[in-house]
């Protein structure tokens, strides 16, 4: 019987050294392709900010011209909970 092969780890979709582990915090994973000008990514971050409540945590610009960014906003805050009686 021939060794199974192994599967390969499953990628993070954030660098190890960026911290999404917040409970205050719901963080957005996003990746920009190298074609994607500088004043092009602006914009999109802006409209996302815009509309949907992100702001702007963390960006790591890679040597190939793509970059990672990390977007956050608050969490809704939960309802409390109500005893029935």
């Known amino acids: 019987m021939a060794p199974r092969a192994r599967?390969?780890?499953p990628r993070r979709r954030t660098p190890t050294d960026w911290d999404?582990?917040?409970p205050e915090y719901e963080f957005l994973p996003l990746r920009l392709p190298p074609d994607v000008t500088?004043?092009?990514a602006?914009?999109?971050l802006s409209i996302q900010a815009e509309f949907g409540g992100w702001e702007l945590s963390r960006v790591r610009l890679y040597t190939d011209g793509s970059?990672?960014?990390l977007l956050r906003r608050k969490r809704p805050p939960q309802p409390a909970a109500s005893s029935a009686v």
């Open 38 to 40: 500088r004043i092009s």
């Open 67 to 69: 970059r990672r960014v």
């Open 20 to 22: 999404t582990s917040s």
């Open 42 to 44: 602006s914009m999109r």
């Open 7 to 9: 599967k390969p780890a």
